[in-house]
């Protein structure tokens, strides 16, 4: 016993080592980058095109562990609401999460116990209503309830469009015509109008549109299950929903970033294109176009997921030719089937649309590009800028999903890599998801913030990282090593939410 415990204690130094020596190599590289070149920062963090420029994303605290007993959180715009440094005291809203890190071990240790056998409609519901919990809870940190709308109120984007909502027919017939919230206009209709819907069933306050963001991006976390576990099975698809409920850019900005919404769609999408081929199914593949188009309506994002399939089915042709598979072919064959549905479906919704309401999905996207580029810019005005936003584009992601998550995956994906190179294994999921990343970061496609716009992306790299911490877990016959992980995060998320703007 005491020999196990050692060669535990020795495995678990070594993942702790390795985990830190990776982050600290990656943040040695980008920092050097960002200060030792300080004139090359300065062209990069400025829009030559905008006499604006780009602002630089200015980290501060905004919940501090003390503070004055009444007011723990002010809005910096209002000269009139200063900190009151009088009479601080402990900060007692950070009790809450402690909480339900408690509440967190006992229910994850529930669901990766060997041989526990959960209903799938108990399963997702306990996980659905503990992330719900969570992410309040964190977001309470910084002053309460009033502060859960403050994403939103803050420059009342999306929010203040509702009232001009007249009806969804005649908003999206003279949507490109309206004079809408910056970020109405570099985006879809589908923001204003999930908050009018969320307005006509309840009611039209900032606190009623917070819960409806924060209830609806729990659907997130079913088709990550779902999808984990179509392709490694039951147990990665657990390690998958309990590594999401605490990664830290799924807690911090869906409590109430209303990128947590654009995020359910996009998600479900993923899932139901490879449950579509897996089946050969032409009903998932018609469901698969629809959520598409409804994702298409939120987010100007979703381009780039049909760019994502196509890469995983040339990447999986070249996989099934590496290793001389006999159903090469036929795979093929089913995804081109899928993405042809998946393609026709989107035309006849759109085609629906601009017969029906005027709404041309073109011109929003051509006009949400000009207006976006007239800020951020193209990201590619000088090199130095271009190399700049890449790096910090996959810097900023990682962070956001995690230290211990990102350890995680790199691991497995290099395992995958090294498999592949030696024609052992080729996980064409894994690859693709990597290779997928890596293009998006460097493509100029978007320009900082990614930390929440690219949340969709979360089950590209927390379903290879589940996969590697189960493999893990199930060689050592302990659980240690997630408590460990799951310990770390939870630290990041409060350390985060205590010491920096997670105010998107």
Known sequence: MVKRSRILGVYTLRFFRSMIVQFVLVGVVFWCFHWICPIIHEQCKQNPKSPMGVAPQVYKPTAPLYASPNVRFRIDADPALKQDDSGKRLNTWILLPLIFVVVYFITSRAILREGQSIPLPVLLVAVMGLKVFIDVSVALINGGFATLSYPISRALEYYADVPKVEGIRSFLGNFNNLNLSLHSETHPPGGAL?????AKLFDYDLLTASFAIILFSTLTLIPIYLLARQFYGEKIGRYSLVLCLITPNMVLFTATCTDAVFTVFLVWSIYLYFRAVSHGSIFFSVLTGVSTVLSMLMNFTTTTLGIYLIVFTIIAYIGGRFLARDDVKQQLKRHLKVLLIIGGMMLLCYLFLYLSTGYSVLANLKSAVNRDEEGMGTGRETFARYVFLSLANLFAFFIYVGVPTTALWVRETVKNAIEAIRRVKFDS???????????????????????????????FVLIPSAKHLAAYIEERKSLSMFYLVASLLWLQILLFEILLDTRW
């Open 194 to 198: 999930f908050l009018w819907i969320v």
């Open 429 to 459: 999921f894994i690859i693709t998801n990597a290779a997928w990343i890596m293009g998006v970061a460097f493509s100029t496609l978007f320009t900082l913030e990614v930390e929440r716009i690219w949340m969709f992306m979360l089950p």
